[in-house]
């Protein structure tokens, strides 16, 4: 083992960032001094001998994505920069854009990104689930499984995010520790590429100067994948947020799609349904024919205005902000990663506001629609938007002062009843008496303090019940708590969905539920990583799926996407089951080269043809299209199932056939 130690390596980069902070216009002088210092140690060999040991806890690691990068391949001839983060971790999803702006930046000039995800909890250990996160958040470059933390605790790395960066000649050259010096990456990148030019293995002519250009790359998403909230309007539409696809959904309670908000680019524009962008938009609120967005990555809270049928940003600045106090009117108070919206009044003088559960911040906010006053004699202005409860300390705290009471990830919020008072309930990620024990978790039913859940998100009061529902998203159930009663309980359901077709899950079983809202006796539930959308009725207990309906939708759908058609041939005296037999004739999904699921629907026409089955994403290769079809010859009538690959693949359409002969 070598008696260079990671220790060693944080306490010369400790006096690496004192000297910068100092002396800032220094900063290429002083990354070149100590490089060249690292480069002239007596114990050089020990050095490249510690990166050799990284290098081999790396080797035996597993890959997250399906089509892995030979790991050996990218430690000759380039920089690395190996990212320890874990997808829960609010730090570690904040600074993922520069992380993935850098890739884009660097990649091909001679530095290498690997991921390492090193879970904080049990649900992150598995890796379809680390697979799906990675694929919700687009990250490009390999990410490697450490599923029992044993490279974390080899390397000793301390806390998420970690970045460890290495020499093309296998000396370590720096350790950058927490969200606020991770940040600073691509800063350290440039003077390391200048000083090791002649050393990294460049795969195209792009020059150092030319990487100062930070030229911005358009990332095509999926339409519709990932839904995270859902809150119903006044009119009884559902608007659903999707923050895989960076788009806003808004259908009836069948399922039938009105509109569809957002190009699918990752951005920050207002305009038109067609034009505006979001960044991973999650919880919904409506006021006065309003929708407001907590619109996390691009840290805002956006309007949709259902009449004018526009979008604007009505808090944020686009930036990530470090104000832990707030005043600022509109746009110009920056925030931090918000993610969930609750419509409320004030304590005193009953005016609206909007609630806001700042992750980001570890804090609960507060918007004013019109001058109000507020605890402690505090009056908020017109438009101003305010910390209310929380320090910004990411502690599990209780205080009877809620500017000193501290949260953890606040990532749900809602009003309620409890003990005959209306309140306000909290979902937060810390759950341990011990307020600096940020990972307690657990799967258990009981009461008050000693049930447990393994982070929680949505939350929704049932006031006919008092009943308070919540998603254990890291537990994939959904859980009731008898708020009179301080207990909580699983919420078991009964799968009653009829029209389920091959390979679908159990509706009754989540994965990674996000948001729910409910709505007389009926609850809506977004199933994350399952991609849908599940109804639940409340008094029987049953869930069935929503399958939106695109077929009456106006706006245009092109959001960087193709069209997949399929083309049915069935001789004359075949035919599907008739539409007015009450009973889908079919039902289709259809897979990209990973497995996973892109879209899937129901058929319904009875006559051979060709016909649009729905938009995928323009860089999406698909691999097959699954199907099961009730076909009918006179009264006799058969299931037949099985899947196609495309006759025809572009990037404007993918074309599919489903050819059936006889029912013998």
């Given amino acids: 083992m070598s008696s260079f130690t990671t220790e060693t390596l944080r306490d010369l980069t400790y006096d690496l960032l004192s000297l910068i902070a100092k002396n800032p216009e220094k900063f290429d002088e002083y990354t070149e001094d100590y490089i060249k210092k690292l480069q002239s140690r007596e114990d050089i060999d020990e050095l490249r001998k510690y990166t050799r040991e990284i290098f081999e806890k790396l080797l035996v690691l597993h890959h997250v994505q399906a089509n892995p990068l030979q790991l050996k391949d990218l430690f000759h001839e380039n920089?690395?920069?190996?990212?320890?983060?874990?997808?829960?971790?609010?730090?570690?999803?904040?600074?993922?854009?520069?992380?993935?702006?850098?890739?884009?930046?660097?990649?091909?000039?001679?530095?290498?990104?690997?991921?390492?995800?090193?879970?904080?909890?049990?649900?992150?250990?598995?890796?379809?689930?680390?697979?799906?996160?990675?694929?919700?958040?687009?990250?490009?470059?390999?990410?490697?499984?450490?599923?029992?933390?044993?490279?974390?605790?080899?390397?000793?790395?301390?806390?998420w995010p970690t970045v460890l960066i290495l020499s093309p000649d296998a000396v370590p050259l720096l350790i950058l520790e927490g969200e606020n010096?991770?940040?600073?990456?691509?800063?350290?990148?440039?003077?390391?590429?200048?000083?090791?030019?002649?050393?990294?293995?460049?795969?195209?002519?792009?020059?150092?100067?030319?990487?100062?250009?930070?030229?911005?790359?358009?990332?095509?998403?999926?339409?519709?994948?990932?839904?995270?909230?859902?809150?119903?309007?006044?009119?009884?539409?559902?608007?659903?947020?999707?923050?895989?696809?960076?788009?806003?959904?808004?259908?009836?309670?069948?399922?039938?799609?009105?509109?569809?908000?957002?190009?699918?680019?990752?951005?920050?524009?207002?305009?038109?349904?067609?034009?505006?962008?979001?960044?991973?938009?999650?919880?919904?609120a409506e006021y006065n024919n309003v929708i407001y967005v907590a619109d996390t990555n691009n840290h805002a809270i956006r309007a949709f205005d259902l009449n004018s049928r526009r979008v604007l940003t009505l808090i944020g600045t686009g930036r990530q902000g470090s104000d832990k106090i707030g005043g600022m009117k509109r746009s110009q108070q920056p925030i931090a990663s918000p993610y969930d919206v609750c419509l409320a009044e004030s304590p005193f003088d009953n005016k609206h506001v909007?609630?806001?559960?700042?992750?980001?911040?570890?804090?609960?906010?507060?918007?004013?629609?019109?001058?109000?006053?507020?605890?402690?004699?505090?009056?908020?202005?017109?438009?101003?938007?305010?910390?209310?409860?929380?320090?910004?300390?990411?502690?599990?705290?209780?205080?009877?002062?809620?500017m000193v009471a501290c949260l953890a990830k606040p990532t749900g919020i809602c009003r309620g009843v409890m003990d005959g008072k209306q309140v306000l309930f909290i979902s937060d990620i810390g759950g341990e008496l011990d307020p600096t024990n940020l990972s307690a978790f657990g799967d258990l039913d009981g009461s008050a303090m000693s049930a447990k859940l393994q982070h929680p998100t949505g939350i929704a009061f049932h006031y006919e019940t008092n009943h308070l529902y919540l998603c254990d998203t890291y537990n994939n159930k959904l859980k009731c708590v008898d708020v009179p009663q301080r207990q909580c309980k699983t919420y078991f359901l009964q799968d009653t969905d009829t029209r389920k077709q091959r390979g679908e899950t159990n509706s009754a079983k989540f994965n990674e539920p996000t948001g729910l809202v409910i709505f007389e006796h009926f609850m809506w539930v977004a199933d994350t990583n399952n991609s849908c959308v599940k109804r639940i009725d409340l008094q029987h207990g049953n869930v069935v799926r929503v399958r939106f309906d695109l077929s009456e939708t106006s706006e245009e759908r092109t959001f960087s996407s193709k069209q997949a058609y399929l083309t049915l041939?069935?001789?004359?005296?075949?035919?599907?089951?008739?539409?007015?037999?009450?009973?889908?004739?079919?039902?289709?999904?259809?897979?990209?080269?990973?497995?996973?699921?892109?879209?899937?629907?129901?058929?319904?026409?009875?006559?051979?043809?060709?016909?649009?089955?729905?938009?995928?994403?323009?860089?999406?290769?698909?691999?097959?299209?699954?199907y099961e079809l009730m076909v009918c010859e006179g009264e006799k009538c058969t299931m037949v199932s099985g899947d196609v690959k495309p006759i025809n693949q572009t990037d404007s359409s993918v074309e599919f056939e489903i050819r059936i002969d006889s029912l013998a």
């Fill in 79 to 159: 920089i690395i920069a190996i990212t320890f983060w874990t997808y829960s971790c609010i730090h570690c999803l904040q600074v993922l854009p520069r992380l993935n702006m850098a890739y884009k930046r660097f990649s091909t000039a001679g530095i290498a990104m690997i991921g390492v995800h090193s879970p904080k909890y049990e649900h992150e250990k598995m890796k379809l689930n680390v697979r799906h996160a990675v694929d919700r958040l687009l990250i490009e470059y390999p990410v490697l499984n450490d599923n029992a933390l044993a490279t974390w605790k080899g390397i000793d790395i301390q806390c």
């Fill in 181 to 284: 010096h991770v940040q600073h990456l691509e800063t350290f990148l440039q003077p390391l590429l200048t000083h090791y030019k002649s050393s990294v293995r460049a795969t195209n002519k792009i020059s150092i100067e030319d990487l100062n250009t930070q030229a911005t790359v358009p990332v095509p998403k999926t339409t519709l994948r990932y839904p995270t909230y859902i809150c119903v309007t006044s009119g009884g539409e559902l608007i659903i947020s999707f923050s895989g696809s960076n788009q806003l959904l808004a259908c009836d309670m069948t399922g039938k799609v009105d509109t569809i908000i957002g190009t699918g680019q990752a951005g920050l524009a207002d305009g038109e349904l067609s034009e505006c962008e979001f960044d991973s938009p999650h919880g919904l």
């Fill in 354 to 402: 909007l609630l806001i559960a700042m992750a980001g911040s570890h804090q609960i906010w507060v918007y004013a629609f019109e001058e109000t006053q507020w605890w402690n004699n505090i009056v908020l202005s017109k438009n101003s938007c305010s910390a209310i409860i929380g320090s910004g300390v990411e502690q599990n705290k209780n205080d009877s002062q809620p």
């Fill in 569 to 626: 041939v069935l001789p004359e005296n075949i035919t599907l089951r008739e539409k007015d037999s009450g009973q889908p004739a079919g039902t289709w999904n259809i897979e990209d080269e990973d497995g996973f699921k892109v879209c899937d629907g129901e058929l319904t026409r009875n006559a051979s043809d060709t016909f649009l089955l729905d938009y995928i994403p323009r860089d999406k290769n698909v691999a097959q299209l699954k």
